[in-house]
């Protein structure tokens, strides 16, 4: 069965730069969620688009933007890059908006030099 | 605002003993509760999950309920074994996003 698909899974830039992390949902789930785990910690909730909206917003900082394309995959625009933002980013799909079971990609390491 | 607490925050037994994780949650209004399994620098295996209107759910070894009135949940895991060695997060949603607990980190000794 098709999964969630992150790339790169691997990234390492330096302050100051920029970051473009990709995710492609899985077929016909219209629905993705990006969250950051930070080391030693849990997975934080950062924003949500559905049906190429953006549905809800976590504590997602200024220079981080994002978007969903009309392919439904959602991009994670990072900018002015700082040491802390060193963490794994989920994405992750769901068929629908509230209450649907969502599935996780394997997640992109960011490595903030 | 949901918060999630789970306890303990680490856990280590000798192989074979069946052992239960808790999870707590403040807000009772929850579509569903995940569990789900993260080895050390990896990505996140769900194992259960139980919507808001069941009590339980089984997959194999694991066992998870919930109370949702009480706002707890546990993950009975049976006949434990090395493999199981790994971190367990309990999360919750409530309209959309899912919050998490800071896990369980567990460890089984052959």
């Known amino acids: 069965a098709a999964g969630v698909i992150q790339s790169p899974r691997h990234l390492i830039k330096e302050k100051r730069e920029t970051a473009t992390l990709k995710c492609y949902p899985i077929?016909?789930?219209?629905?993705v969620y990006w969250y950051q785990q930070g080391p030693g910690q849990d997975p934080q909730f950062l924003i949500s688009f559905y049906e190429k909206m953006q549905s809800d917003k976590g504590s997602i900082p200024d220079r981080f933007s994002a978007q969903q394309f009309s392919d439904y995959h959602s991009e994670l625009n990072m900018s002015s890059l700082e040491l802390g933002d060193s963490a794994l980013y989920f994405c992750?799909?769901?068929?629908?908006?509230?209450?649907?079971?969502?599935?996780f990609g394997p997640g992109t390491r960011l490595t903030v030099t | 605002k949901q918060e999630v607490t789970q306890i303990p925050a680490a856990l280590s037994v000798p192989e074979g003993e069946n052992l239960v994780l808790n999870c707590s949650f403040t807000?009772?209004?929850?579509?569903?509760l995940q569990w789900f399994r993260q080895d050390p620098g990896k990505g996140l295996t769900s194992l259960l999950l139980?919507?808001?209107?069941?009590r339980e759910q089984t997959s194999g070894r694991l066992n998870a309920s919930l109370d949702k009135s009480s706002g707890r949940s546990t993950l009975y895991i049976a006949a434990s074994q090395p493999g199981d060695s790994a971190t367990y997060l309990c999360a919750v949603q409530g309209a959309q996003k899912l919050v998490f607990g800071q896990g369980t980190r567990l460890t089984i000794n052959p």
């Open positions: 139980i919507q808001s209107s069941q």
């Open positions: 807000d009772s209004a929850i579509y569903n």
């Open positions: 077929p016909r789930h219209d629905t």
């Open positions: 992750a799909s769901s068929p629908g908006g509230q209450g649907w079971e969502q599935y």
